[in-house]
């Protein structure tokens, strides 16, 4: 048989480096207009560091099912040589034949192929890399609910800065109207001089406190940007206020320990990875079983490129394990270990899981109930202070009470803002605890 190009050019492609192209990673893209909660959560979701990472390690996990997939596919390998040698004869052993050839050439060209037919250990390998990456990909999911969920507070805490220096401007425009009417009562000498000193001292107070909660604002600002892994100088503008939300949430805790059992991503990885450690360990027992594999050969060889000739073998080899030094009865125990080891992890989770159900519901009810008390405060503190202008215009009291008022007002606020923040922190922790922020609203 002559050396066909065929072959020739097989073993060049088989020789050739496979080139590998690497996806260039996204990079943030900063929102364009106003963004809701829901945004930021998206947006913390998809471009949350540890969400991206995470990510990526799907990718590797996914590789790694193609490498044990690999152990099932054909082997294909290909070689060319060339010798220049000389013989001694007599080292044969052929009777009256002696003595060294002259020196001469020879060329090979090999291909070579192997095929597994059936091995049980592998196909367990393959399906145990199948469910990790299956358990990669659920702990993605978690990763971008945990960085979703991140993005969301820091919006909160964004929202709450917002709502406080907008409390602050108008706790100095009720200030500046109250030192306004001290000076004219002090003017018409119906108050004395002190009332006007302790209107000041009120109005230079809440003065500091709107610089502090504008402080707080930019502060909270670059956190969301951080969340959202935004550049520190892109510009955000929030759509939502701290009012109330809609929920479509079990809150009955029973109810919503049995939902999070079913909907959380991290106990879903979990129970991909007792799969997959309980797939291991079948995988390691099924190497007791015998394997079937075929292989062959195909060369053509000769002294000369334009006479080369071509021969091949093939071989259905057929292995039967019977002892490797009891390596295999200490992997089973090792893994088996591992096996109780995960199915302890499992169900702590499960635990963890269904408590942190009841306690973001128990969390939901109370800061609604927080939402409405801060508001009855709010309303008492703005009547009192509104009584108290009026017994000071008439002068039958002094500055001391549109004071002690004013301040009553302005811890009312901070104190309905807080509770509307952690109404909403609350609301973001059910929807997470219970594995459906995506569904938040």
Excluded: W
Aim: with cysteine; proline share 4%.
């Amino acid at each position: 048989m002559r050396c066909s190009l065929p072959l020739a050019a097989a073993l060049v492609v088989l020789a050739a480096p496979s080139a590998s192209a690497q996806r260039p990673m996204a990079q943030p893209v900063a929102p364009t207009g106003p963004i809701t909660l829901l945004d930021a959560i998206t947006l913390g979701r998809s471009q949350g560091v540890n969400a991206a990472i995470a990510q990526l390690n799907v990718g590797e996990a996914n590789a790694r099912v193609g490498q044990r997939r690999a152990d099932l596919l054909p082997n294909l390998s290909g070689g060319a040589t060339y010798t220049r040698q000389t013989l001694n004869l007599a080292e044969f052993g052929f009777p009256g034949i002696t003595g060294v050839t002259d020196p001469f050439s020879v060329y090979r060209l090999q291909v070579r192929a192997s095929q597994t037919l059936f091995d049980a250990s592998l196909i367990g390998r393959l399906r145990a890399a199948r469910d990790t990456a299956v358990a990669a990909g659920l702990d993605a999911q978690a990763a971008g609910e945990v960085a979703g969920a991140t993005a969301g507070l820091a919006y909160l805490r964004a929202l709450s800065a917002i709502e406080t220096v907008r409390a602050r401007e108008a706790d100095s425009a009720i200030a500046a109207t109250l030192l306004d009417q001290a000076r004219q009562l002090v003017g018409a000498g119906v108050s004395p001089a002190i009332d006007q000193t302790r209107s000041e001292v009120s109005f230079a107070a809440v003065r500091t406190q709107l610089e502090v909660a504008r402080n707080g604002f930019d502060r909270s600002r670059l956190d969301l940007l951080r969340a959202l892994d935004l550049p520190s100088g892109s510009r955000l503008e929030l759509a939502d206020s701290l009012g109330p939300g809609a929920l479509d949430l079990p809150l009955d805790p029973d109810s919503a320990a049995a939902f999070a059992r079913e909907h959380r991503a991290e106990l879903a990885a979990e129970r991909a990875r007792t799969l997959s450690a309980r797939r291991s360990l079948g995988a390691i027992r099924a190497e007791y079983l015998p394997s079937l594999g075929l292989s062959g050969q195909y060369q053509q060889s000769g002294q000369r490129t334009s006479t080369l000739d071509g021969s091949y073998n093939v071989q259905l080899q057929l292995t039967v394990p019977i002892l490797d030094g009891f390596g295999r009865q200490n992997r089973v125990k090792e893994q088996s270990l591992r096996l109780e080891v995960q199915q302890i992890r499992e169900r702590d989770l499960v635990n963890q899981v269904e408590t942190e159900a009841r306690q973001a519901v128990l969390d939901l009810a109370s800061a609604r109930q927080q939402v409405a008390i801060a508001g009855d405060r709010l309303r008492l503190a703005e009547q009192e202070l509104a009584q108290a202008q009026q017994r000071f215009q008439a002068g039958v009291a002094g500055s001391v009470e549109t004071t002690n008022a004013q301040s009553s007002v302005i811890a009312a606020r901070d104190a309905l803002i807080q509770a509307r923040v952690n109404f909403g922190t609350a609301r973001v922790g059910a929807y997470r605890s219970l594995g459906v922020i995506d569904q938040l609203k």
